[in-house]
């Protein structure tokens, strides 16, 4: 089946820093992509839809100039944590859409993100 | 926005008893529901859905039923396996757009 690949899986930072992680759709053209945080035991909360070539529409509660979100091309989104807090620290999970296959949703194998 | 609710939190069964997982939604404009395995740390892997224009489904072990009217959908796991203890997740969503997730089901299947 169609993959969607994250990078990285892994990442501590320290306080202040900003950090990237990547979602990509490996097979398929992805024109939506959507991020979501999930804590420890809890469930995956929607953070934002990221559309292909236009603004990302964000959830209620989500804070857009704190989790900046690209999406230059048809295969690639980007969600920024800026100036990361430790209240950041969470795992970061992206699916994207294959219109081409019915609109059936892949997910990324998810990042974990540790800020110190 | 849509709100999953999802029930119970944790469920532990006899290896081969059955398993029930219920889940509510409040958009009736919701008309895609897919159910999601989901291991620590791993992405949630799919392992049924269900449209709104068909009242169940069923895969092997794994079925899942829908009531439009009073908006749930259920999951039941028949003949269960240790290897199915994980936590699973509901989702509700318009037509694959985003995806509302319940609050997830911590399944445990003793030998």
């Known amino acids: 089946g169609a993959v969607v690949s994250q990078h990285p899986s892994w990442v501590i930072c320290k306080s202040g820093t900003s950090v990237k992680i990547e979602c990509r759709s490996l097979?398929?053209?992805?024109?939506?992509m959507f991020w979501y945080r999930q804590f420890p035991k809890q469930s995956l909360m929607l953070m934002a839809t990221?559309?292909?070539?236009?603004?990302?529409?964000?959830e209620q509660g989500v804070e857009k100039d704190k989790f900046l979100i690209n999406h230059a091309s048809l295969t690639l989104s980007t969600l920024t944590v800026t100036s990361a807090h430790p209240e950041d620290s969470s795992f970061y999970i992206c699916?994207?859409?294959?219109?081409?296959?019915?609109?059936?949703?892949?997910f990324g194998e998810g990042s974990w993100l540790t800020v110190v | 926005g849509e709100n999953v609710e999802q029930h119970p939190s944790t469920l532990s069964v006899q290896e081969g008893d059955s398993a029930v997982i219920k889940c509510t939604y409040s958009d009736s404009a919701s008309n895609y529901f897919p159910w999601y395995k989901q291991e620590l740390g791993k992405r949630p892997q799919l392992i049924i859905d269900i449209r709104s224009n068909v009242g169940e489904k069923k895969d092997q072990r794994i079925a899942v039923t829908l009531n439009k009217t009073a908006k749930h959908f259920s999951l039941h796991i028949t003949e269960t396996q240790p290897e199915d203890s994980a936590v699973y997740f509901c989702a509700a969503s318009y037509s694959g757009n985003q995806f509302y997730f319940g609050t997830g089901t911590s399944l445990t299947v003793i030998p």
């Open positions: 699916s994207a859409r294959d219109t081409s296959s019915g609109n059936t949703i892949y």
């Open positions: 990221s559309n292909e070539g236009s603004k990302a529409t964000y």
């Open positions: 097979d398929f053209q992805a024109t939506t």
